[in-house]
T-cell receptor
């Protein structure tokens, strides 16, 4: 059974810092992994999708890496801004089942 | 492209009533739709997977008679919470994918259900 852990659970930083959010998963048999952002009381916004054959994906100030064999993914946020404040969720998609199992999330607060 | 909507966005109902939540893929045909629930300050938990024209597959611990899922067309899936109770209060989110498997899931904005 896939288990997903995200570290840290919460993070508060001053504006402008570069951040690394960590995600680890127990079953490496995945077909892709997505990082999402969730604002309070809202749905999910997909940030980055990494296929299992890829090592990283970039979008603007965001960069996500994937090490499938070790069951790890990281989300790097450059030059953080107050608008980045949200909960960040990672979700590996199971190979064969195509189900997403969500991590516990990292609650990020960027202070102006 | 790949927009998923949910209706209603928020619903409040009395205990014992049934509530229907709709999930629509607006600009693509969704062979597979997924339903998740999220309790406050917790992560999303997959409830069931539905393929168009087939019975839904429920995750362990999810009561299929309690949470009725219908995926009658390639653009619409519904989740009906029957005889709702306060413990059913939660945030329900659907996602949709074009293919039966191995495709990106596009998520809806969620429905907040409060049962009094």
């Amino acid at each position: 059974k896939q288990e997903v852990t995200q570290i840290p659970a919460a993070l508060s930083v001053p504006e402008g810092e570069n951040l690394v959010l960590n995600c680890s998963f127990t079953d490496s048999a995945i077909y892709n992994l997505q990082w999402f952002r969730q604002d309070p009381g809202k749905g999910l916004t997909s940030l980055l999708l990494i296929q299992s054959s890829q090592r990283e994906q970039t979008s603007g100030r965001l960069n996500a890496s994937l090490d499938k064999s070790s069951g790890r993914s990281t989300l790097y946020i450059a030059a953080s801004q107050p608008g980045d404040s949200a909960t960040y969720l990672c979700a590996p998609g199971g190979s064969g089942t195509y189900k997403y199992i969500f991590g516990t999330g990292t609650r990020l607060k960027v202070l102006a | 492209g790949a927009v998923v909507s949910q209706h209603p966005s928020r619903v409040i109902c009395k205990s014992g009533t049934s509530v229907k939540i709709e999930c629509r893929s607006l600009d693509f045909q969704a062979t597979t739709m997924f339903w998740y629930r999220q309790f406050p300050k917790q992560s999303l938990m997959l409830m069931a997977t539905s393929n168009e024209g087939s019975k839904a597959t429920y995750e362990q611990g999810v009561e299929k008679d309690k949470f009725l899922i219908n995926h009658a067309s390639l653009t619409l899936s519904t989740l009906t919470v029957t005889s709702a109770h306060p413990e059913d209060s939660s945030f329900y989110i659907c996602s949709a994918s074009r293919l039966a498997g191995g495709d990106t899931q596009y998520f809806g904005p969620g429905t907040r259900l409060t049962v009094l």
